[in-house]
Nanobody, 113 residues
């Protein structure tokens, strides 16, 4: 079965950085475009970054220039480097193949002074 395990979240001050990782199993990882999503309390889950099979990337306007998505197909892992974090980035972050409705447990990111 498909498993997605997110890690790397935590508490960080505004302006700080975090690197999230998501290890996937149960799929042929290299065949799937992958996305990082986030869900803040009381809000809908939103797609913040995606990376296609061949490596091209796309970002939500709210994170463009601050977040970088990357992938390592040999490790079946997708990453999200988050710089210059803002309080509004506080959310649970999830990864998922764009074309499949599978979710892991997520990793909490809290940006607060």
């Amino acid at each position: 079965q498909v498993q997605l395990v997110e890690s790397g979240g935590g508490l960080v001050q505004p302006g700080g950085s975090l690197r999230l990782s998501c290890a996937a199993s149960g799929i042929i990882f290299s065949r799937y475009a992958m996305g990082w999503y986030r869900q803040a309390p009381g809000k809908q889950r939103e797609l913040v970054a995606r990376i296609l099979n061949e490596g091209s990337t796309d970002y939500a306007e709210s994170v463009k220039g601050r977040f970088t998505i990357s992938r390592d197909n040999a490790k079946s892992t997708v990453y999200l480097q988050m710089n210059n974090l803002k309080p509004e980035d506080t959310a649970v972050y999830y990864c998922s193949p764009l074309s499949l409705a599978y979710w892991g447990q997520g990793t909490q990111v809290t940006v607060s002074s």
